[in-house]
């Protein structure tokens, strides 16, 4: 499987086993409708083993921990169980570490899927698959998304309490008697000590991704923006604008924006561009081509309604091709920026610092996480090509 990727289960019970390298500490969370447990008791791990419908079962160091889900005997109301997954050592991250769940059908051990979440870094947890109902069918989905605040930031996402211990132990309210000496002045009070810092809280959900909370935001190669403030999807109308202007005065510079889609298994549905206004059922539009990058403002606009997007549609990959085939050295000021499809308000921003003697570039890539937002990822990879054809393939493997 890919991550956002799913498939049917064809057995009601089924395992979730999660093997790496390391010793791993595997959970599962039973969630309902509105994403999120219902108790602490709907946390199942080594230390409560068991809930409705759910089991942890340790591998003992020998095999790998899993995750047992039984759909006929879930309560009414949970309709997901996500399994998770870090490192039993204390601090350490995923990085150099390939983790793989392995679904199996609980009563026969037969594989029904695995997945290995890939391009895993500073993550000391994952989310590494969910099983879900849909319309009435359960079904398995790969996830793969990490989490740099360890198993608490899981915990505290789905609700449920994480009480971290302190970092000293508790001082004794009434000090021991000092031994009585006899003063040679009269005693002086001692400034009371300050108290010690409180232990912080666990973080918040989400916390350490750049989210729009703060406004406008300005990507640097690679980082990653989730398209929501306040704790939810921002908009539904977002246009990607999309600008440059020829490195020598008096020039023309042909250059040509486009948008591909792709569906969960990096798989290519469409692509708009000027010679293809506009893609699944008027989702995705093109303002039309722009043969000279003159004039202020953005040179060429896609406008992306992600709430009309079909469900298979996934991944996003916003490109830029020389047709004349003049390289991007000879461009200045290329950039892309998100705006807010209804207000024209300028969401996020990357400009293009860097130049390759090459005719194609990616510039940004929408993906949609398994909770429903968009996260928007500046990109700047120059590729050989003059069309946005040939930018399918390079595109695929960098979602």
């Not at 031994?179 to 009371?192: K, L, Y």
């Not at 989730?226 to 246009?239: E, N, Y």
């Amino acid at each position: 499987m890919t991550p956002g990727s799913n498939i049917p289960l064809s057995a009601a019970r089924v395992t979730v086993d999660v093997a790496a390298p390391v010793r791993l500490d595997v959970s599962g969370l039973l969630l309902t409708a509105d994403g999120k447990v219902r108790s602490d008791d709907d946390f199942i791990f080594y230390n409560q083993p068991s809930g409705p419908g759910v089991t942890y079962r340790s591998g003992g160091g020998s095999a790998p921990d899993a995750i047992v889900v039984d759909t006929t005997a879930l309560p009414p109301g949970i309709e997901k169980i996500v399994v998770t997954a870090s490192p039993d050592a204390a601090g350490q991250t995923f990085q150099g570490i390939e983790p793989t769940a392995t679904i199996r059908n609980a009563d026969d051990g037969s594989v029904l899927a695995t997945f290995t979440p890939p391009q895993l870094g500073s993550e000391t947890a994952l989310v590494i698959v969910e099983v879900y109902q849909r319309n009435g069918q359960w079904k398995a989905r790969a996830v793969g998304q990490g989490y740099a605040n360890g198993l608490a930031g899981i915990a505290t996402d789905f609700g449920v309490t994480v009480e971290e211990p302190a970092a000293a132990p508790p001082q004794p309210v009434t000090p021991p008697p000092a031994p009585v000496q006899p003063p040679a002045a009269p005693p002086v009070a001692a400034p009371a000590a300050p108290p010690a810092p409180a232990t912080p809280p666990p973080p918040a959900p989400g916390a350490g991704k750049i989210n729009l909370d703060k406004g406008r935001v300005s990507l640097q190669k690679n980082q990653t923006v989730s398209l929501i403030k306040g704790g939810r999807p921002l908009l539904s109308q977002v246009r990607m604008g999309l600008g440059w202007e020829p490195a020598y005065r008096g020039k023309d510079i042909d250059l040509d924006a486009s948008v591909i889609a792709y569906g969960p298994q990096r798989n290519h549905i469409d692509s708009c561009y000027f010679g293809k206004l506009q893609i699944v059922g008027g989702a995705i539009r093109h303002s039309g081509d722009n043969l000279t990058g003159e004039g202020g403002g953005d040179d060429e606009t896609i406008m992306v309604d992600l709430g009309r997007l079909p469900q298979e549609v996934t991944g996003l990959v916003f490109t830029v091709n020389s047709f004349s085939g003049q390289k991007f050295t000879e461009v200045a000021k290329a950039y892309c920026r998100l705006l807010d499809g209804t207000t024209g308000e300028e969401l996020v921003r990357f400009d293009l610092t860097s130049a390759e003697p090459q005719t194609g570039v990616l510039m940004a890539k929408l993906i949609r996480q398994f909770s429903g937002e968009w996260e928007m990822t500046a990109m700047g990879d120059f590729v050989k090509s003059r069309t946005v054809r040939g930018m399918v393939k390079p595109a695929a493997q960098a979602l």
